[in-house]
């Protein structure tokens, strides 16, 4: 069943993607992938597909680049422990502050108390 968000993201005409949009706004962090020298920063996304995801920067970043992402996710595993979810893709639409990320590969990870990540699920005592 399609939420009246994502059934108003899907009907509007001026949209060019495939895939079903659904409002999610969530804080995430970026950073390019090769090039030698590792920038990045931090966001906000805007909506996320299946395979593609629209997000807010303070500066703007380029199309056409390799990029990661961090998106801090809504739920928990457990109840207790926090889910990130990794996004590896290309920049594919630059709009000033908002970019438009097609996914490469995808992952959920758990975020220990310590910052670090571990996919989802994989035994960890530290957590």
């Not at 069943?1 to 993201?9: D, E, L, N, Q």
């Not at 996304?45 to 809504?74: E, H, Q, Y």
């Amino acid at each position: 069943m399609k939420t009246a968000a994502a059934v108003a993201v899907a009907a509007d005409p001026s949209q060019r993607r495939a895939k079903i949009r659904y409002p999610l706004a969530m804080n995430m962090e970026y950073q390019f992938v090769g090039g030698g020298n590792a920038r990045g920063g931090n966001g906000r996304s805007l909506n996320m597909s299946s395979c593609g995801v629209l997000f807010k920067t303070d500066v703007a970043v380029p199309a056409g680049v390799l990029i990661v992402l961090r998106i801090v996710w809504p739920a928990t595993l457990n109840q207790d422990v926090e889910l990130v979810l990794h996004i590896s893709g290309r920049t594919v639409r630059s709009d000033g502050n908002l970019t438009a990320v097609v996914f490469g590969r995808h992952e959920f990870r758990t975020r220990a108390v310590s910052g670090t990540y571990t996919t989802a699920g994989a035994a960890n005592p530290e957590i």
